[in-house]
């Protein structure tokens, strides 16, 4: 089970940090990652750390957000700075036990979370 919290609303410019707690899995994930969708749009992929690999991030997001695993614990962080409006969106935590090198695909991931909404307006 994975489940996210800090999404919330926020003025363009600023930032906001959320969180990815994963439980009952029987040992380490490998790869936990972040996506974020629109209504009506597809699921697009946003940051990934793999254990022991750099992170990998869009390019739309490159340079603003940052994502970090907590070492030895199935927890990832996404901080999300200079946030713009279109940066709005439901993000979603992902896991996958092993490392993939189609990281940046949702079909990769077997687990996912909830959701939290994102939305950068003024």
């Known amino acids: 089970q994975l489940v996210e919290s800090g999404g919330g609303w926020v003025q363009p410019g600023g930032s906001l940090r959320l969180s990815c707690a994963a439980s009952g899995f029987a040992s380490y994930i490998s790869l936990m990652a972040w996506f974020r969708q629109t209504p009506g749009g597809e699921r697009e992929f946003v940051a990934a750390?793999?254990?022991?690999?750099?992170?990998r991030y869009a390019d739309s997001v490159k340079g603003r957000f940052i994502i970090s695993r907590d070492a030895g614990k199935n927890t990832a962080t996404l901080r999300m700075n200079s946030l713009k409006p279109e940066d709005t969106a439901t993000y979603y935590c992902a896991a996958r036990t092993v490392w993939i090198t189609t990281y940046h695909k949702d079909a990769s991931y077997d687990h996912w979370g909830q959701g939290t909404q994102v939305t950068v307006s003024s």
């Open positions: 750390a793999g254990m022991g690999r750099a992170s």
